[in-house]
T-cell receptor
Framework: NAGVTQTPKFQVLKTGQSMTLQCAQD?????MSWYRQDPGMGLRLIHY???????DQGEVPNGYNVSRSTTEDFPLRLLSAAPSQTSVYFC???????????????FGEGSRLTVL | GNSVTQMEGPVTLSEEAFLTINCTYT??????LFWYVQYPGEGLQLLLK?????DKGSNKGFEATYRKETTSFHLEKGSVQVSDSAVYFC?????????FGKGTKLSVIP
């Protein structure tokens, strides 16, 4: 029962490097999202997608790109990493509810990123 | 916009003590409300939820009631255990953007 799978679990980057955090889900969820978790800040939404080919910005999208070519995958790209992007990143997925929102989120185990 | 305010921790309790973590919210419309729990080194997982006013969510001895008149969704447990030590997040749905509180860290000591 895989659920939501994130890779890598840990990554260290130098300022200016690029990388992609991978997220895959096997629950056929239409909705997928990326959050970052910082001490004292809770979780903040970076980007989300309500289906293949559809993405939108969340609260803190700057410095991140996403795409959704399949229902299963939702990668998060950092084009030029900055120390301010040091954080723990969580991918989450859900079904779309009939009320124009989602059901409860299913989270991956997180990816801890350090930018030096 | 939507917002969630929950009591800041950390909260330290002795085993078998009563737990309350306060959560209040601001939202338009009729959001669903959630409590998520994060154990050390893990992702968040749903603890309980309520989808309409006066609903009570419950799971693993935890309870929370959706109070529209006070815009609250306080988490309670009658007798905490060491295994309940974790960070607890209150959250609400708003369209496709789930809004989280900042989290409350609970430590339960034997």
């Amino acid at each position: 029962n895989a659920g939501v799978t994130q890779t890598p679990k840990f990554q260290v980057l130098k300022t200016g490097q690029s990388m992609t955090l991978q997220c895959a889900q096997d629950m056929n969820h239409e909705y997928m999202s990326w959050y970052r978790q910082d001490p004292g800040m809770g979780l903040r939404l970076i980007h989300y997608s309500v289906g293949a080919g559809i993405t939108d910005q969340g609260e803190v999208p700057n410095g991140y790109n996403v795409s959704r070519s399949t229902t299963e995958d939702f990668p998060l790209r950092l084009l030029s990493a900055a120390p301010s992007q040091t954080s723990v990143y969580f991918c989450a997925s859900s079904w779309k509810s009939g009320r124009g929102g989602t059901g409860e989120l299913f989270f991956g185990e997180g990816s801890r990123l350090t930018v030096l | 916009g939507n917002s969630v305010t929950q009591m800041e921790g950390p909260v330290t309790l002795s085993e078998e003590a009563f737990l309350t973590i306060n959560c209040t919210y601001t939202a338009t419309g009729y959001p669903s409300l959630f409590w998520y729990v994060q154990y050390p080194g893990e992702g968040l997982q749903l603890l309980l939820k309520a989808t309409k006013a006066d609903d009570k969510g419950s799971n693993k001895g935890f309870e929370a009631t959706y109070r529209k008149e006070t815009t609250s969704f306080h988490l309670e447990k009658g007798s905490v255990q060491v295994s309940d030590s974790a960070v607890y997040f209150c959250a609400l749905t708003g369209s496709y953007q789930l809004t989280f509180g900042k989290g409350t860290k609970l430590s339960v000591i034997p």
